[in-house]
């Protein structure tokens, strides 16, 4: 193998600066296709194009719910997936001599929310001030082709990975994990994972594991100007009476977080999100009914049984504080993220590989944190025994309106993935 | 004229029941056409049809925003009237003797809801002991065909009313009233107006003017976990905050309430209901908007856009006292319902009819009511001088589940329309 000499490690930075035009192109062109959930298609449709054009190995295949729901990692779904493909382009190794890596991104992005709000089409990548904007620019295009892009720096001067490198842009990601557990099923393993989510080039510790459910909050419809008669029972109003309640839960979740190393000082690392709410058909009726949805979080270690029980006891207590929902028990349903916490653990040598990195790219010690995000590194590290690296540029408002990112940042990121692969797989001289 | 003594009464009496399986059935063919918002064409074809297979002259049209929306009585649209249509079945007298007469009754129904919580389908018209299930089997469909019934038991027995009667089928009362306002502009008059609303064989004497309104609020989007920096804000419960304080207007609004004769005993007139609500896109992400809307109301004689000033007003003092709201706004708009109330007045001749007619049937005096709902009765009062009368058969769960109509006071109620056409419009030998 080509030793990594302080020469080399001036080249493969100076090839992803040579490649950086070339580079902020093939992201923009990727966050001008949308990916919401159910729409990924044609944007991972792009990515097997680019996997292709480079002779990596292109795998692309239809997640099947039946081959993976009953695996560790699983969370349940209320959507089709006829739509949701995932790609992996895989660089085999000739000498097999390094060790192996998964570069992990994900192409699904949140919706965009009101377009009225945002300073620009959120799917135009323009350029501002350094910082391309647009749906996606930061969690995570612009990781996902950073990625590619290292790969790139690499063969530029005649080199690749002396390890297997599987390039895997997956979907689903902002909503179960399940494109990731899919590739577990499908059999792609390596030494090490590597995920350039947009939560800042440092090296993220630990992170909750988050959980979505909905409760479905029944009443009892009547004419609206019958209602003070105590006949009827308004499901909006018992559902943001459930709403409040839950204050009490969040608190208590909080309150245990020193419990869990790498969060007690975490100003707040359980955050219940009331993400989305919807009932009644008709203004001058009653309203029959009521569902909401929240985003909550489990630490490290915490059993998501008993997380799910624990809220179903609350919202079963709660509803019997009121006589109309003491006798219509609101249901709880769970319809995506079921996601355990996950703590980097035993990956000194990747550590090591990437504080190298990053400290040349950087000129400064790699700091770490905790975050109250999740990404899909836990299926790496819970369910395939893989440290998992997440690392990642600086990005603006992900999920808000006007999400951009630092395009210096980017190519910064980019340089120490180059540098982290070189260093972790090793490198032989390219394929000719 | 024949002259109205005790045996052409009784004859007129027992037509009614000569008749009523086939009103039965006829109105049970209704219930079965759905006909909500935006769907009801086929049903008011229907209608259209059974005016014209009794010779009546059927006028059918599509309601038109530009014809009406100067109006005094018109309500905001927020949807398209492309399938809306009026229809309007004329008995136009030979003699012209007698005083003019329209019967109305609207052909909307309101959204049936969560279909699982019926105990049958909704047009499915079953009858279980003595009641019509379905949606609009009360409000109001077998007050339409009850009309139609009275007239067809005139018809059974060689009469016809001496003045002119318009049967009108209208849409739109459960929203805008707009379709009753289009009757106006068409220019049908009468000397008196009969709406056989589903409010119990009681006299009418005065109602609300309900008022849609929906409130829009906006949310700063971010990450779910990122909310606890004080970053973003959740619009879901910037709502939740602006309707919690509306309650504060709803108590105000009713403590008025013996500033208006008529409703000084009613215990709750102004009923602010909460009967929508949507906001949010994605469980973990801070919603960025929410709309809710709430139907109120206003006393008889209360000045609508006093009342829409209060409200406006109202809402942006209490979204002053939050610092998010108090840079970004609520927008309050009207989608619906601008309804006066109204109040049966100088209508002495038509309710003594009425009293007459509902003693002979029901062996008892005519009671009266205030209601705190809304009819079209207003659009013929205040807008062209003249008496509508509401009286209307037994409902069970109107807008609410499993809504039914006692056919007992379905047959009493066209018993005394009958014995009313007859005394208020004279009668005439039927045309060959």
Redesign the interface.
């Known amino acids: 193998m080509p030793e990594l000499t302080p020469a080399l490690r001036q080249r493969i930075l100076q090839a992803v600066d040579a490649g950086f035009a070339a580079q902020t192109e093939l992201t923009a062109q990727l966050v001008r296709l949308p990916s919401q959930r159910g729409e990924e298609a044609t944007a991972q449709d792009f990515m097997a194009a680019r996997y292709a054009e480079r002779g990596y190995a292109v795998d692309r295949w239809r997640i099947d719910v039946e081959a993976i729901h009953h695996l560790p990692g699983f969370s349940p779904v209320a959507v089709s997936y006829d739509n949701a493909y995932n790609v992996v382009g895989a660089h085999r190794a000739r000498s097999l001599k390094g060790r192996s890596l998964i570069l992990n991104g994900h192409i699904d992005v ?2 965009v ?2 377009l009225a ?1 945002w300073s620009r089409d959120p799917y135009d990548p323009a350029i501002v001030d350094g910082w391309m904007h647009g749906r996606g620019a930061g ?1 995570m295009k612009s990781g996902l082709v950073a990625c590619l892009s290292a790969m790139d720096a690499l063969a530029a001067i005649g080199l690749a990975p002396a390890g297997d490198v599987f390039l895997q842009s997956v979907v689903e990601e ?2 179960t994990g399940n494109g990731a557990l899919a590739c577990l099923a499908r059999g792609y393993r390596a030494d090490a994972a590597f995920i350039p989510e947009p939560l800042l080039p440092m090296l993220m510790r630990a992170q ?1 594991g ?1 959980m ?1 459910f909905q409760v479905q909050v ?1 009443g ?10 105590g006949a ?1 029972a ?1 499901a ?2 018992k559902a ?1 009476f459930l ?2 309640a839950l204050d009490e839960l969040e608190t208590r979740w909080n309150a245990n977080k020193c419990d869990h190393r790498h969060f007690c000082d975490h ?2 690392p359980i ?1 219940f ?18 569902t ?4 909550v ?1 489990v630490y490290p270690g915490q059993s998501l049984e008993a997380a799910r029980a624990e809220i179903e006891a609350f919202v079963a207590q709660a509803a019997a504080r009121d006589p109309f929902l003491a006798k219509h028990p609101p249901k709880v349903i769970y319809h ?2 079921m996601a355990e916490g996950y703590e980097l653990r035993n990956a000194d040598e990747a550590e090591a590989a990437l504080r190298a990195a990053h400290e040349q790219v950087f000129g400064e010690p790699l700091r770490e944190y905790a ?3 999740a990404t899909d590194a836990r299926f790496y590290g819970l369910y395939a025994d893989t440290p998992a690296i997440v690392y990642g540029p600086e990005c603006r ?5 006007d999400e951009a990112v630092n395009l210096e940042s980017v190519r910064k990121v980019t340089q120490t993935i180059a540098l982290f692969i070189a260093e972790w797989c090793g490198l032989e001289e390219r394929r000719a």
């Open positions: 949140v919706p929310g009101p709000q969690d902002e909503c909750v988050p979505w029944e009892d419809p009547q004419h609206a100007s019958a209602a003070f008669t009827g308004n909006i109003q943001i709403i409040q100003p707040h955050r999100n009331l993400g989305k709410i919807a009932g009644g058909d008709w203004p001058s009726s009653v309203p029959a009914w009521c909401f949805d929240m985003r979080a995506g993220f975050t109250s995000a408002m992900p999920h808000g309106y």
